[in-house]
């Protein structure tokens, strides 16, 4: 059965489309900075290994940008036996696991807009421009607050009056779920369980998750993906009453969301960037802001990973993934000293070595199993899409 993955960003497209149950990807596309002329695309064919890459599209909405993607698959597949198309959809009101986008669920996702207006408004948009191009496909949603479905109570919800979560459904969701869930996958096919594990998704967004035995137990986010550790260019954790004295100090409500989304994280710390690499470089070259913001992201991994491990009861594996989790050992090997009271030993040039597959950084003697996993949430939202179908 042929099964599309897309992964939807605010001006990005990303296919990958795989035969079901095998896993095997047949082809993969990337269209970036849709809603301009000066799109990037790029195909390649798994089957042939062919690949093409080109600037400059004229790309003004998704419509335009699936086209060019269906255009190349028919070299693969037609259109009429993509049996389903996957998302990795984030946030509906009352839908919280694997879902067929019906108009009821799309209605869900829009009553949440404001909770999460990043991701809903594209995922909207471009799951409309899906429904008119690709009609004989079914759509589902793998919401990424399904994997936290198993947090218990006492740490789900907050200590806010008890009618807000009944009426409002103001608990903590956790997102991140189809790159926590297949990290926890991987566990149990490499090793035979995943134990207790905290599971460290850094990228553009951060998250980590604890989890036992396989399922969620606790996770970092919330209700919106704006808290836990400091983002790229999210806030993270920060005291509501915040909110309430900057609107008092003359700031408006637009202003101060858009600083808690867009201009605050490693950005807003450090002044000088979003991404983790160029903090590290200003850092290096003398910048004591770019250092704070290091130190702050590492400080706040750590406090997590922590309170996890004491939640868990023990720590048997302490994974990295996402961009940054993958890719800077820098950050691995201080959040490993940061937890070393846990037992965490690093295998100094495993971690040092470039990036390879799912992999061991641990030394033998280590108490924790430490590891880089690399991420592949569209796996993970695939698999469950096919569940959902009747695969
Ligand atoms: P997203 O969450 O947007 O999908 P990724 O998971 O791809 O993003 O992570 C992107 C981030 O990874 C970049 O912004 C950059 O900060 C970080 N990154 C990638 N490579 C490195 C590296 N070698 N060292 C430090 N950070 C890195």
Request: negative net charge.
């Amino acid at each position: 059965m042929k099964l599309l993955v897309s992964n939807v960003g605010s001006t990005s497209l990303k296919f990958k489309l795989y035969d079901m149950p095998e896993e095997r990807v047949l082809c993969a596309a990337k269209v970036e900075r849709v809603g301009s002329r000066e799109a990037i695309y790029s195909w390649d064919n798994l089957l042939t290994g062919g690949s093409h890459r080109a600037e400059g599209q004229d790309v003004p909405g998704y419509t335009e940008g699936i086209r060019l993607f269906l255009e190349d698959m028919s070299a693969v597949a037609r259109v009429d036996e993509i049996a389903a198309v996957g998302f990795k959809t984030v946030l509906a009101r009352g839908f919280y696991g694997v879902h067929e986008l019906t108009d009821e669920v799309l209605e869900a996702m829009r009553a949440y807009l404001v909770v999460a207006p990043a991701h809903n408004g594209p995922y909207l948009e471009a799951i409309g421009r899906f429904r008119e191009l690709m009609p004989a496909a079914r759509l589902v949603g793998v919401f990424e607050t399904a994997f936290h479905r198993t947090i218990p109570p006492e740490r789900a919800l907050y200590g806010v009056p008890y009618e807000w979560y009944e009426d409002y459904g103001v608990k903590r969701m956790g997102y991140h779920g189809a790159s926590h869930s297949y990290v926890a996958e991987t566990l149990a096919a490499l090793f035979g369980s995943s134990g207790r594990t905290v599971s460290c998704h850094l990228g553009g967004s951060c998250s980590l998750c604890a989890i036992d035995g396989g399922k969620s137990v606790d996770t970092s986010f919330g209700f919106s993906l704006q808290t836990g550790v400091m983002h790229a260019n999210r806030t993270g954790d920060l005291d509501p009453y915040v909110l309430p004295y900057l609107l008092h100090m003359g700031l408006s409500l637009e202003e101060i969301l858009d600083g808690l989304a867009k201009r605050g994280g490693l950005l807003g710390v450090s002044g000088v960037s979003n991404d983790l690499r160029k903090v590290q470089e200003a850092a290096a070259a003398g910048s004591a802001r770019a250092k704070l913001a290091v130190d702050m992201f590492v400080n706040q991994i750590v406090k997590y990973a922590g309170a996890f491990a004491a939640e868990l009861g023990g720590l048997d594996n302490l994974v990295f993934t996402g961009g940054i989790g993958e890719n800077s050992a820098e950050v691995r090997e201080r959040v490993c000293a940061g937890l070393a009271v846990f037992g965490t030993e690093l295998d100094s040039a495993a971690n040092a070595a470039g990036p390879s597959g799912a992999r061991v950084i641990s030394t033998d003697a280590s108490r924790v199993r430490v590891l880089v996993i690399p991420a592949n949430e569209e796996l993970g939202v695939a698999r469950r899409s096919y569940e959902l179908i009747g695969g």
